[in-house]
């Protein structure tokens, strides 16, 4: 069950990224990391059957999460590149190339190995409060330190900072869409709405979301995609092991193998967001502002 969920989520989430990309770089650049450029997205068809198809393989990697664990799903879900560079390439005709072959098999083979390898199982549940709390202290002081930095860079170079925040909260998102299943299940809807992870999670989507068009309109999908592909199920796998005791297996061996699985898979998702075939994320110029001649006074 856990592919059944987790693969159609990857292919969905793969496509909507693309989507919204092509949307997010004609917007000005002076909306970037405000909420206004939501607001605008939101008039843009394209950009919604992006995010259509982002809340899709969100619901798909939530019902993957109730069925194994982070570590098991997060690597999964990764492969949302290859499935953004197939869609990419349909439109843009460019060919896969060998280096897009070398990233495929990279980043397929990295993930395999470290599935086989760590054999990830869900533990015995959340750990105490303060264990807790520091985890989320530490993801959300990582993901605000990502901002400031991209704040201070040259545009070109804020992308893959502003997409690796993006990440980091949604690898604690997903840690948090685990937790409220279990609420769920424990104590029902009545006892869900009163918890709050359900609004934790939604608070997460809504920055993550800007944080990701932002990155989107800064540059090219190249430059923002792989970081966001790879630190997201990087702080998943942190955040499961951290406050929802996810195990690996801890084997010299078995360690090896999934150092050289996280190796691999990284190597391919940068190798597949710098291919020709993602989207070169140009920006338009931005036409002249116009301006009217003064009009000539008239005589006494």
Known sequence: MVYLYSLPAACLLGFG????????????????????LL????????????????VVGQVLGALAL????????????????IFAMALARWMGDQPLGRSGWLGVLALSGGVTAFVLAGRPHSGQGPVGGLRQWLVIGCVLGLAGILVVLAQRLRLLHRPPFLAAAAGTLYGLQDALTRVCGGILGDRGVTGLLVSWQPWGVVALAVVGLLLVQSAFEAGPLRLSLPALSATEPMSGIACGIGFLHDELRTEPGALAWQAAGVVAAVT?????????????????????PHHHPPRPRSGP
């Not at 990309?21 to 917007?27: C, K, L, P, T, Y």
């Not at 109730?66 to 590149?81: C, I, K, M, R, Y």
């Not at 391919?268 to 002249?288: D, I, Y």
């Open 268 to 288: 391919g998702v940068f190798v597949l967001g710098r291919h020709p075939a993602m989207p070169s994320g140009e920006r338009r110029p931005e036409p002249p």
């Open 39 to 54: 607001l605008d997205l939101v008039r843009v068809p394209l950009w919604l059957a992006g995010i259509g198809c982002m």
């Open 17 to 36: 990224f693309v989507l919204q990309q092509h949307a997010a770089e004609r917007e000005p650049l002076s909306l970037m990391l405000s909420f206004r």
């Open 66 to 81: 109730t069925h194994g664990s982070l570590a098991q799903v997060e690597p999964l879900l990764t492969t949302n590149l």
